[in-house]
């Protein structure tokens, strides 16, 4: 794609940094940490950054962390993947998946193997509305 139809993507309004309410359960909030997301034109970008679960996440299930607002939600549902590493950073690196939903949902999925609160994740996702 020709740098010019990039660009054309990208023309519009920056919404600038706004942040993502954690959804709760049992009146908890479900993360502590942040998640951040933003529009720029038709572009979004959601992520987050040394965020940790409140409850351990069992294997192969998602979690709803947040809900993005309209306007913020694109028209298919998009899944990328991060990591996510103990606080030393030196052992049990995990790979999980991260789905944005078109209802606006921002979900965490635990793959295989369980999410434990003392991990520390990280994601980026990027993608046209």
């Known amino acids: 794609m020709a740098s010019g139809n990039i660009q054309k993507y990208a023309d519009g309004t920056d919404s600038g940094w706004l942040e ?3 959804d709760q359960q049992s009146g ?5 940490g942040s998640i951040y997301y933003r529009k ?29 607002p309209s306007g913020y939600r694109p028209a298919e549902n998009k899944e990328i993947y991060g990591a996510g590493m103990t606080p030393s950073g030196t052992q ?5 998946a991260i789905r944005i939903s ?11 193997e369980a999410i434990p609160t003392s991990i520390s994740l990280r994601f980026s996702a990027i993608g046209f509305l």
Do not use: C
């Not at 049990?92 to 999980?96: A, F, H, K, S, T």
């Open 92 to 96: 049990n690196i995990r790979l999980y």
């Open 102 to 112: 078109k209802d606006g949902g921002v979900l965490i999925n635990s793959n295989a």
């Open 40 to 68: 720029i034109g038709n572009i979004l970008e959601v992520t987050g950054y040394n965020f940790t679960l409140t409850n351990q996440l069992s294997a192969s299930s998602y979690l709803q962390l947040g809900r993005l």
């Open 28 to 32: 908890t909030d479900v993360y502590t």
């Open 20 to 22: 993502l309410t954690p």
